[in-house]
């Protein structure tokens, strides 16, 4: 699980340079708080980033109850916690500077809770299997 949060982390705050008031933007101009204006308005790509914002969280969704045995509201309240705290850092860039300008998008938050969403969906489908395989892999270590 944590090196697929830093591998997120990576993928979605870097390149993050050191810290410097940047007088070309404000925070508001660069987020958005309107949710899927970008679909809405026929954007290029804005379809691509909603399903691959929905796919990275998904495995967050498969991984968070295996490891702390909690239920879809707990899971789904984390994934909008950790996906908040990744937008309110991207909207950080701007006042940081960053040369690359990540920003604030409320679309985001909606997409990366649903994909832990659906990865919850997809442990709770795959429970089972998921457990046995945890239980085996338990005993044959301790045998």
């Known amino acids: 699980m944590y090196i697929y949060i830093v591998l997120v ?3 979605t705050l870097m390149p993050f340079t050191t810290p410097f008031v940047s007088l070309n933007h404000s925070f508001m101009e660069t987020a958005n708080f309107i949710p899927f204006r970008d679909l809405r308005l026929h954007y290029y790509g804005a379809i691509r980033e909603i399903l691959l914002n929905i796919i990275m969280m998904i495995p967050f969704g ?6 702390n045995k ?3 509201i707990k899971t789904v309240i984390t994934t909008l916690y950790f996906s908040l705290n990744i937008e309110f850092f991207q ?3 701007v006042w940081w500077g960053s040369i690359v300008i990540r920003r604030f998008d409320v679309t985001d938050l909606i997409t990366n809770t649903f994909g832990g969403l ?3 969906l997809m442990f709770v489908g795959l429970k089972r299997v998921v457990t046995k395989k945890i239980k085996g892999i338990t005993y ?3 045998s």
């Open 91 to 93: 909207l950080l860039s």
């Open 140 to 142: 044959n270590t301790y």
């Open 70 to 72: 909690k239920g879809v």
């Open 9 to 11: 982390l990576f993928v």
């Open 62 to 67: 498969f991984l968070y109850p295996i490891i």
């Open 118 to 120: 659906i990865g919850y």
